[in-house]
């Protein structure tokens, strides 16, 4: 390829439709695990309601459920990746081999919030969240009593099966059910067989399964390093256990000008993106988390 001045124009074009089709059809789990806030701010604080509001009886004056003074603040971070492409592999036709960097690129630019929220969850154990407890804790303060959240018992069906029970039988301040349901079970790859076993198997050891379709399965590698740990979550509700929130969206800068400095001093063109978000902890009482003996 003739590298003038329409060629590369046309080059960059190209590279910046590769990689908008590719951050649009990304799959980040984030979406699914976490409430997505729009930020406006460097960094934004959270009330949280005390109760997770119940619908009553309306006799006398409204039971007003405000939002608890103080807060959550998350801080918003900014984030960068860029790679080098050499101007000799445009200029001989080697765009096959720039694409897919191009796509990469894209791709991990979508799903850094899964890599922020993965952290969140295997770090649970010894981080704080809004009530001033680790997020998974044995002494979260409800009504004058403490509440668990935190196991550390291996996952098999009797784990599985406590650990569930727990969730659903949480209770407000105010007394009432949280209408708790888990509905994902998050394990890292070395537990996928016992999670499969535990929610898709008909029988277990000649018994009848009856955990079988009780939850979804979620393998991650991002819990690759923390073999033992798993995770219940209940995801159908608009309030979730995390939250992600995106001040700036994904932007992609390509510097592929001949006259750029990185191309006259280097003989190299350079194409990056940008974003600022972060994420942060929400709703204890929606995760259970075990250490697994670990």
Request: net charge negative; with cysteine; aromatic share 10%.
């Amino acid at each position: 390829m003739i590298l003038n001045a329409e060629n590369l124009r046309a080059a960059s074009r190209g590279f910046r439709a590769l990689f908008l089709e590719t951050l649009g059809a990304a799959k980040p789990l984030y979406e699914q695990l976490a409430m997505v806030v729009p930020s406006s701010e460097a960094s934004e604080t959270y009330a949280f309601l005390k109760d997770l509001p119940a619908v009553r009886e309306w006799v006398g004056d409204r039971v007003i459920h405000g939002l608890e003074a103080g807060g959550f603040t998350i801080v918003n971070r900014k984030w960068e990746s860029t790679i080098g492409v050499k101007r000799s592999e445009i200029e001989r036709d080697k765009l096959g081999l720039v694409k897919p960097r191009i796509a990469m690129l894209a791709d991990l630019a979508a799903k850094h919030p899964d890599k922020l929220v993965f952290e969140l969850l295997a770090g649970g154990f010894a981080s704080l969240c809004f009530d001033g407890q680790y997020f998974f804790d044995t002494d979260h303060p409800v009504d004058g009593a403490s509440v668990s959240n935190k196991g550390t018992g291996v996952l098999n069906p009797v784990n599985y099966r406590a650990a569930y029970a727990a969730m659903m039988a949480l209770r407000g301040d105010n007394g009432e059910s949280l209408g708790i349901t888990p509905t994902h079970l998050l394990v890292p790859p070395q537990l996928r067989a016992t999670g499969l076993e535990i929610l898709k198997a008909e029988t277990i050891e000649s018994t009848t399964n009856i955990d079988r379709d009780s939850a979804e399965l979620v393998v991650a590698p991002q819990l690759s390093a923390h073999p033992t740990y798993w995770f219940l979550l209940d995801l159908s509700k608009p309030l979730r256990p995390f939250i992600v929130q995106i001040l700036s969206g994904v932007e992609f800068t390509p510097k592929d000008r001949p006259d750029d400095d990185n191309a006259f001093m280097r003989d190299e063109f350079l194409y990056g993106t940008r974003s600022e978000h972060a994420a942060g902890y929400g709703l204890w009482q929606l995760a259970y988390g075990s250490t697994g003996g670990a």
